[in-house]
């Protein structure tokens, strides 16, 4: 029988979605079957224990070299209806609020990556145009550099 621990362990290090039968791969790593492991996979989801599952999309191999986090200073009584909006964005990869400090005001995010500055730039007026949003109340944080991208750490 499979523990938790030891999938949770080897999923760590991610899935070859190279492979034809990835979950196979895994199972081979731990000495165990194919059926096992997914059926592993199901218990720990349905358990809680794994949040999300998915592909981590390192943007940069695929082009996408120009990434900005848009950051909003909004009233708390609009974060929702305007989070709902700017999510419905194709190009808006994320959308998540935080709590505002004293020395940085801004309480909802989003992520948009492009292949040039410019059509960044060009997305981000069409949001802030679109919903009206003032560019006084906005910060647009431009990465440049990528420092890691990983999946979940369970231990």
Not at 11 to 35: C, H
Not at 44 to 58: A, H, P, Q
Not at 102 to 114: R, S, V
Not at 123 to 141: A, D, N, P, R, Y
Request: aromatic content about 10%.
């Amino acid at each position: 029988m499979i523990t938790h621990s030891s999938l949770l362990m080897a999923m760590e290090s991610g899935l070859d979605v190279t492979k034809a039968r990835p979950y196979q791969v895994l199972a081979n790593e731990i000495g165990q079957s194919e059926s096992e492991v997914i059926r592993t996979i199901s218990i720990l989801k349905n358990e809680g224990k794994i949040k999300r599952f998915g592909l981590i999309v390192k943007n940069r191999n695929c082009g996408y070299l120009h990434n900005a986090m848009v950051t909003f200073n909004l009233p708390l009584v609009d974060v929702d209806k305007i989070a709902i909006k700017i999510s419905a964005y194709p190009f808006v990869k994320l959308c998540y609020q935080r709590e505002s400090l004293p020395e940085w005001p801004y309480n909802l995010y989003c992520m948009i990556h492009g292949k040039s500055r410019t059509v960044v730039e060009e997305q981000i007026e069409q949001i802030l145009s679109e919903l009206g949003l003032s560019k006084e109340k906005v910060k647009i944080l431009f990465s440049s550099r990528c420092f890691k991208q990983k999946g979940a750490s369970y231990y």
